[in-house]
Structures are given as structure tokens and as C-alpha cells.
């Protein structure tokens, strides 16, 4: 995930645009091991409950001419982290957003979690899936789709 999240950050800074990266963490910290036995992310992950995170510091949606949102996606949802960004958030981007999304299936997760962040308030431009040994192609398309959106900002 954070490989494509600093490909897209990188790209976009080659276009002369600024960017801003913010790792949202849980404060926290689950056991980097065999996170599909965990039982704290289980749990919270399928409960979708808010938690407690650290790297939003200095993020200001009232600055942003584009938002990323971007998730490993973890028994079929968001991991707890991005979910409780999303729920804090919730109705104050106004901003367009992209959704980016991976796991390790192929499956189309991103359009969940464009689902979700809508019915949160967020305005969706574009969103991508990624999965494990598949193309960019998707991660170039969205990144084109941020350009495009920035330079109309």
C-alpha cells in the first residue's frame, strides 16, 4: 500500500504539484505477524469501530485540491485506521477524492470503499483496486484522473 501511495505522491510532485503524504496509524500498534490472526484487528476491523490514530496532526481538509484515500482492505473492509479517518471526516472534504484500495484477492474493493466514503459525504472522482501481481494500469489511471482534477483547482 504505501509503495503506491509514494508512486502516486512522486508522480504528482514530478507534475510540480505539491503533495502531502499522512500515514494513518493506530497509536496502538498491532503485531506486524500474521495479521489474519490477530484478534484485535479482527475484531475491530469487522466491527468498524473508531479507534485511536496518530498521523493527522498537521492535516487540514481545508487545504487539500485533492484527497487520496488509500487502504489495504482487510476481511472485505478498510482497515480500522482509514475507517476511523473517514468517520472523522465525515462531511468535511470537499475536496475531490480518490479511493485506492489493495489486497491480496482480486477483487473490485475499491468500489466498497468509494461506496462507503459517499455515503460518508465525500465527493468520489475516481477509485482503483489493486491486487498482488496485477498491472499499475489502474494506479495510472487514477493518478491521471488526480492530475486532471488538480489542474482544474
Known amino acids: 500500500m504505501q ?7 512522486e508522480e504528482l510532485r514530478r507534475g510540480g504539484v505539491e503533495v502531502k503524504v499522512f500515514l494513518v496509524k493506530p497509536v496502538k500498534d498491532y503485531y506486524p505477524k500474521l495479521l489474519h490472526l490477530n484478534p484485535r484487528l479482527i475484531h475491530e476491523t469487522i466491527t468498524g469501530k473508531s479507534i ?25 473492509r478498510p482497515s480500522p485506521p482509514i475507517t476511523t479517518f473517514i468517520k472523522m471526516f465525515a462531511n468535511k472534504v470537499k475536496c475531490p477524492v480518490y479511493a485506492l484500495a489493495t489486497s ?30 496485477v498491472s499499475y494500469s489502474e494506479l495510472r489511471r487514477l493518478l491521471e484522473d488526480i492530475g486532471r482534477s488538480i489542474e482544474k483547482a
Open 52 to 76: 485511536e490514530v496518530t498521523g493527522l496532526e498537521h492535516f487540514d481538509p481545508n487545504l487539500c485540491r485533492a484527497l487520496v484515500v488509500a487502504t489495504p482492505i482487510w476481511f472485505g
Open 104 to 133: 491480496i484477492m482480486s477483487k473490485d474493493y475499491a468500489a466498497r470503499l468509494r461506496k462507503l466514503l459517499e455515503e460518508m459525504g465525500y465527493s468520489v472522482r475516481g477509485c482503483a483496486s489493486l491486487a498482488r501481481g
Open 3 to 9: 509503495t503506491a501511495v509514494l508512486h502516486i505522491a
